[in-house]
């Protein structure tokens, strides 16, 4: 695993983008509509592993400005032409932007980070935000990393581990967070989650 990234969640991504993303059910995820109450209409949306891009699609349509990235060139092509707009090619590491935006929304893609990098991570997106800007993410739960059976990185949490990670991190207001079982439809079976929604203090 390098330092920065993990080279093998990546390959596998680059490898089987057309047939992870075509598996995936076609609906945005449940936590994005209570995420865009909380900004005003028009606010500048980056998002961290747009995938497919069934999110950026259904911000862009609520009239939000959307900047929809992702780590992986194939699933970033993929994107662009159901988006119809260029969708940037940037792992999570690589992000480097002062007071940028309004929102950061990363679903299902930063715990892939490696637990060591996280925080440096978290402090890059704090860092990207405009004071008073929110940021959501979700995680894989559960109290050490793993990989799946497609080698796939996790970096697992509880949702104490999870708060923790944040206060620690950088000066972020806990907004809310909380527990569910999420349905995985590529690996076949439920998993649980814990997400976590912020706002950047100053």
Not at 39 to 44: D, E, M, N, T, Y
Not at 48 to 54: S, T
Not at 90 to 109: H, I, P, T
Request: charged share 25%; net charge negative; glycine share 8%.
């Amino acid at each position: 695993m390098s330092d920065l990234f993990d080279a093998k969640t990546l390959d596998y991504y680059s490898g089987e983008a057309e047939r992870y993303l075509s598996s995936r059910p076609d609906n945005v995820s449940r936590h994005l509509y209570s995420f865009l109450e909380q900004l005003q209409v028009g606010a500048h949306i980056l998002e961290l592993g747009c995938g497919a891009g069934r999110d950026a699609e259904a911000m862009i349509a609520a009239g939000f400005e959307v900047d929809p990235t992702d780590g992986v060139p194939e699933i970033a092509a993929i994107a662009a032409k159901r988006l119809q707009r260029d969708v940037r090619v940037m792992r999570f590491d690589e992000l480097d932007v002062l007071n940028k935006y309004d929102a950061v929304w990363a679903n299902a893609g930063l715990h892939h980070v490696p637990r060591i990098q996280l925080p440096l991570v978290l402090q890059s997106l704090f860092q990207a935000l405009k004071p008073g800007g929110v940021h959501f993410a979700n995680y894989k739960r559960g109290t050490s990393d793993c990989r799946d059976t497609k080698h796939r990185h996790y970096s697992r949490l509880t949702l104490e581990s999870l708060r923790e990670l944040y206060e620690s991190s950088a000066d972020w207001e806990i907004v809310s967070s909380l527990e569910y079982e999420g349905g995985d439809g590529y690996e076949g079976s439920p998993s649980p989650w814990v997400a976590i929604t912020v706002r950047k203090l100053r």
